[in-house]
């Protein structure tokens, strides 16, 4: 597999070239493209077969879940069965943002994406290219982390390409990203909310 690389500015991103990784995404493949915190690799997260590809590209055990990222309420309704009062607060504050909440899955997700727990992490990117690609491919894409199970997360192109080169078919190349924690993950499937993973994100009390 030969891996392309597209550089993108991150303050303005060109629609041409955000269509042409849509597109991609579309046919089954898996892409980098940079997020507020490190880069992410994408995938159409309502596909299993690039799930699955998505899932030895990383080396990653099947069985656990991989979060998504939506472009809108409306693609969070798609994915959630329920949406309960306390989410709707932190989305209110912390969205878009490096803040990942955990729902209840609706049937649309495949078992292989939530890890067969009936549970699906959510976030909306603050990137600007993250934002458009979600929403040119008009469904939501994987967000996890650029890097091979238990390695640390990439902020940079270059060493994303140098670790991924021949194994995913296409990055994104917005610059580096600060590089900064992962997202706060929070599961809103329970009562109270339970903080799962501190990150970014520093949860009151």
Known sequence: MNTRVIKVNPFDPEGKLIQEAAHILGNGGVIGYPTE???GLGADAYNEEALKKLFEIKGREVG???SILIGNMEMLEEV????????MGLIRGHWPGPLTIIFEASKTCPPILTGDSGKIGVRISPHRIAQKLVQAFKRP??????????MPSLSDP?????????RIDLILDGGKT??????TVIDVTVSPP????EGVIKPKG
Do not use: C, M, Q, W
């Open 141 to 150: 894409i994987t967000s996890t982390s650029a890097n091979f199970s238990g």
């Open 64 to 66: 656990k879940p991989i």
């Open 37 to 39: 915190t490190v880069y």
């Open 158 to 166: 270059h060493e994303l390409y140098r670790v991924f080169r021949g």
């Open 194 to 197: 339970r903080v799962l993973r």
């Open 80 to 87: 959630t069965s329920r949406i309960p009062p306390v989410a």
């Open 178 to 183: 600060k590089g900064e924690e992962v997202s």
